[in-house]
């Protein structure tokens, strides 16, 4: 089936540092990702969707500028934490929609593993 | 924005036993997931549910779209199912909001 590759899995970075995250759709054009947020024990935050071929669209709160989203091409988005701080350290996921089989043939939401970013 | 509310937060269970798993939306959604987080992080899609019942195995959802409300049952749990589960929803395909999860503990 469809599967959304998400790398690095973790990642420990100093303060003042870039960090780049990537996600790709295994045999699959995904034109929209998602990025999402998550801090231990709670909910997921949409952070961010990703557009292939233009610019993304950002969630209330979220600093662009700091979070830079990059889609490029059908089957890669990536998520650049800029001038990291260890208050960026969190749980990063992307995901996109997937048709599913039949019956419902619906679009669901498919998930990458997810990359922990530390920031020291 | 729709509000998504999720109870129990938390539930412990013994290896065997069933459960319910709740989620409240504030408003009418078109798409309605259940999620399970297994202890790495990943999320494995459970059900796309916005109305109607499915089952899969042990698992069963079912969501009342008039009254705002699905529901995720757990027959015969194993340690296996622990983790948390989260559902989501919303009137876009993909902006979805998530509730706060449900941690479940399956104890042997």
């Known amino acids: 089936g469809a599967v959304v590759s998400q790398h690095p899995s973790w990642v420990i970075c100093k303060s003042g540092t870039s960090v780049k995250i990537e996600c790709r759709s295994l045999?699959?054009?995904?034109?929209?990702m998602f990025w999402y947020r998550q801090f231990p024990k709670q909910s997921l935050m949409l952070m961010a969707t990703?557009?292939?071929?233009?610019?993304?669209?950002?969630e209330q709160g979220v600093e662009k500028d700091k979070f830079l989203i990059n889609h490029a091409s059908l089957t890669l988005s990536t998520l650049t934490v800029t001038s990291a701080h260890p208050e960026d350290s969190s749980f990063y996921i992307c995901?996109?929609?997937?048709?599913?089989?039949?019956?419902?043939?619906?679009?669901?939401?498919?998930f990458g593993a997810g990359s922990r970013l530390t920031v020291l | 924005g729709i509000q998504v509310e999720q109870s129990p937060p938390d539930l412990i269970l013994q290896e065997g036993a069933n459960s319910t798993l709740r989620c409240n939306f504030s408003?009418?959604?078109?798409?309605l997931q259940w999620f399970h987080q297994n202890p790495w992080g990943q999320l494995i899609n459970l059900f796309y549910?916005?109305?109607g019942t499915k089952q899969n195995g042990r698992l069963s959802a079912t969501t009342v779209a008039t009254e705002r409300y699905s529901l995720l049952y757990i027959s015969s749990s194993q340690t296996t199912d622990s983790g948390v589960y989260f559902c989501?929803?919303?009137?876009?395909?993909?902006?979805?909001?998530f509730g706060d999860g449900t941690t479940l503990t399956v104890k042997p």
């Open positions: 408003d009418s959604v078109n798409n």
């Open positions: 549910i916005p109305s």
């Open positions: 990703s557009n292939e071929g233009s610019k993304a669209t950002y």
């Open positions: 995901s996109a929609m997937v048709r599913a089989q039949w019956p419902s043939g619906a679009n669901v939401l498919t």
């Open positions: 045999d699959f054009q995904a034109t929209t």
């Open positions: 989501a929803g919303g009137l876009e395909a993909g902006k979805s909001t």
